[in-house]
């Protein structure tokens, strides 16, 4: 079954970027995924085509207005539409590789790109959105979280990495960060591989890197440490 992602946007041109190239690029020739791109200004219903008001009660900026939005939606999520519907914004609840595995197991994924101040709170109700934030930072708008979103969750489709092995031994995927790396050269500007790497111990080599993962975990992300690492 083909993953079938949509993304509303106000700048359908900006896709699919980096998501047409390499793992996503190929996977998406090979139909195991597929990008429907929807143009929320096609939803307006004056001349000018107008998508944001002022907000009620004063303030800054602009808000993306909760009638336009919602018919958007309704076009591209019908009711028996059983995906996930995100909304892009620096409010919501940080992605983990948890949730792209969870949206990675499931049938697609509806991304509705934010602009301007905001989202008419009524059309996230409404419409059941789940505010979805990719750190703690404001971006311009919500496309390129959207990218990065489909980039975590494309590259674990069935068959999209070449060894799907690859996709279990990362960062995230245990609680922890993951351990160093090393290749050919076995020297380079003086510094060396480690010893236990080129040893042909598998049962050292995993200990060490797991005593790795552990350490650069607890001085770089001490928030992921629990008693069972």
Not at 16 to 23: T, V
Not at 46 to 65: E, F, S, W, Y
Not at 139 to 157: K, Q
Not at 210 to 224: G, I
């Amino acid at each position: 079954m083909t993953f079938k992602a949509s993304i509303l946007t106000l700048y359908p041109q900006m896709f699919p970027g980096s998501l047409g190239h390499s793992l996503a690029g190929r996977a998406m020739e090979r139909q195991d995924w597929s990008l429907d791109l929807v143009q929320i200004r096609d939803f307006a219903d004056d001349k000018h085509r107008t998508v944001d008001d002022t907000p009620a009660g004063g303030g800054a900026g602009m808000v993306l207005r909760a009638d336009v939005l919602g018919r958007a939606i309704d076009h591209a999520s019908a009711d028996n539409d059983e995906r996930p519907r995100l909304l892009m914004s620096p409010r919501g609840k940080p992605l983990t590789q948890k949730r792209v595995r969870q949206l990675a197991n499931g049938d697609g994924v509806v991304l509705i790109c934010g602009r301007f101040e905001g989202v008419d709170q009524r059309v996230i109700d409404g419409r059941h959105l789940e505010e979805v934030s990719i750190g703690d930072y404001i971006l311009s708008g919500g496309e390129v979280a959207a990218t990065v979103i489909l980039d975590a969750i494309v590259r674990l489709l069935p068959g999209v990495m070449g060894n799907a092995a690859s996709g279990q031994f990362e960062s995230f995927e245990n609680g922890l960060l993951e351990h160093p790396h090393y290749t050919r050269p076995a020297v380079w500007e003086g510094r060396g591989i480690p010893d236990i790497l080129t040893s042909g111990d598998h049962a050292k080599v995993a200990k060490w890197q797991k005593e790795q993962a552990v350490e650069l975990t607890r001085r770089r992300r001490p928030d992921l440490i629990s008693d069972d690492n």
